[in-house]
């Protein structure tokens, strides 16, 4: 925008965030990037210094919202809006997409998907799964650990995800 493009941002969402939006993301109150904000910010825009080195979910929200707000990302932005499909037309990219249920085609000339890793659930294949009479339940899932006070629970998983999850669950279950 800074350098006159016209820019169109298309959010499948009903909000910006993505897993970092507090109420439909998938993290946690207390979860924290695992890297620090000198390292995960925009060139353009830091960090409050207010904010401690490795943010939480609702800091890194607050930042999100904050660069829109500041870069006026609102106007180009279509909460609510999936994309369909995207065709190469050779110099423009035709892009196909639904909105109140109504299907929409225009033409650009670029494309920058920006989709994110992180939103899929996946289980690994344990034997006797079928047949476990507790709840399984993915990290996307987690909001904190007062579900599970008093349980027993395991963790699989060692990424960042599970080990943060485990040191949040000995909070309150067994």
């Known amino acids: 925008l800074a350098h006159g493009l016209s820019v169109k941002i298309f959010e499948k969402a009903s909000n910006i965030g993505g ?81 109140d249920d109504i299907e929409h085609n225009e033409e650009y000339d670029f494309l920058v998907v920006a989709s994110g890793v992180l939103n899929s659930e996946y289980y690994p294949d344990i034997p006797g799964k079928e047949t476990f009479q507790g709840k399984i339940s993915h990290s996307l899932r987690y909001k904190g650990p007062s579900s599970i006070e008093g349980k027993n629970v395991v963790v ?18 067994e």
């Open 19 to 99: 897993l970092w939006h507090p109420e439909s993301g998938g993290t946690w109150p207390g979860m924290r990037t695992n890297i620090s904000k000198f390292t995960c910010n925009f060139s353009d825009f830091l960090w409050s210094e207010s904010v401690p080195e490795f943010p939480t979910q609702r800091d890194v929200y607050a930042y999100l919202s904050s660069y829109c707000d500041t870069f006026s990302l609102w106007d180009s932005m279509n909460l609510n809006t999936t994309v369909i499909k995207t065709k190469d037309l050779g110099n423009k990219w035709q892009i196909t997409y639904k909105r």
């Open 156 to 173: 699989v998983g060692g990424a960042f995800s599970g080990s943060e999850i485990a040191v949040d669950l000995s909070r309150g279950g």
